[in-house]
Antibody, heavy 117, light 111 residues
Framework: QVQMVQSGVEVKEPGASVKVSCKAS????????ITWVRQAPGQGLECMGW????????KYAEKFQGRVTMTTDTSTSTAYMELRSLRSDDTAVYYC??????????WGQGTLVTVSS | QSALTQPASVSGSPGQSITISCTGS?????????VSWYQQHPGKSPKLVIY???NRPSGVSDRFSGSKSANTASLTISGLQTEDEADYYC???????????FGGGTKVTVL
């Protein structure tokens, strides 16, 4: 079955960068996009952006422009999300999800990123 | 502040029906049928329960249904069960920014 398996917990200091991975299996990796969504503690879902593994095209939410980079490695069916210049309010669970024509399914298990000095 | 507006909480007794609203604008919900709904239990990842306004993925109970009128989408859960107690989020595509927006989430409580 289709699965998205993400990398483990990260603890970073303010100003650092984090790179979260998302390994896809059970489907042809290049046939659908990957979306990244984050959820701060006790808060709702926030879309960070999207990448097309077929051609590497990306679309980032305006809020994260200049601070986020999404990439893929088609040889390992893995997507990556790097967020730079981390602040305390970047503390959140970061999810990847397979993007269909307007909806997301399935989602990864989530990666907790804690930003603290 | 979330782009789409949902009630913070909705409750109902077992067996009853409840409806969660999701209000957007002509820039998102009102402009296309790419509205989806997600169920999230505490500590778990979101799970798709409705896509394209009213379609149910394979394996999702037929007690879940979706609809849309103008700028407001709705999720109805009929025959409420204790396992339905969770947070629910709506999402819509926003063509002008080529992006997706979410509602703030609704906590469903089964009394």
């Amino acid at each position: 079955q289709v699965q998205m398996v993400q990398s483990g917990v990260e603890v970073k200091e303010p100003g650092a960068s984090v790179k979260v991975s998302c390994k896809a299996s059970g489907y042809t990796f290049t046939e659908k996009g990957i979306t990244w969504v984050r959820q701060a503690p006790g808060q709702g879902l926030e879309c960070m952006g999207w990448i097309n593994p077929h051609n590497g095209n990306t679309k980032y939410a305006e809020k994260f422009q200049g601070r986020v980079t999404m990439t893929t490695d088609t040889s390992t069916s893995t997507a990556y999300m790097e967020l730079r210049s981390l602040r305390s309010d970047d503390t959140a669970v970061y999810y990847c999800a397979k993007e269909w024509a307007g909806w997301f399914d399935p989602w990864g298990q989530g990666t907790l990123v804690t930003v603290s000095s | 502040q979330s782009a789409l507006t949902q009630p913070a909480s909705v409750s109902g007794s077992p067996g009853q029906s409840i409806t969660i609203s999701c209000t957007g604008s002509t820039s998102d919900v009102g402009s296309n049928n790419y509205v989806s709904w997600y169920q999230q239990h505490p500590g778990k990842s979101p799970k798709l329960v409705i896509y394209d306004v009213s379609n149910r993925p394979s394996g999702v109970s037929d007690r879940f249904s979706g609809s849309k009128s103008a700028n407001t989408a709705s999720l109805t859960i009929s025959g409420l069960q204790t396992e339905d107690e969770a947070d629910y989020y709506c999402s819509s595509y926003r063509p002008s920014t080529i992006s997706w927006v979410f509602g703030g989430g609704t906590k469903v409580t089964v009394l």
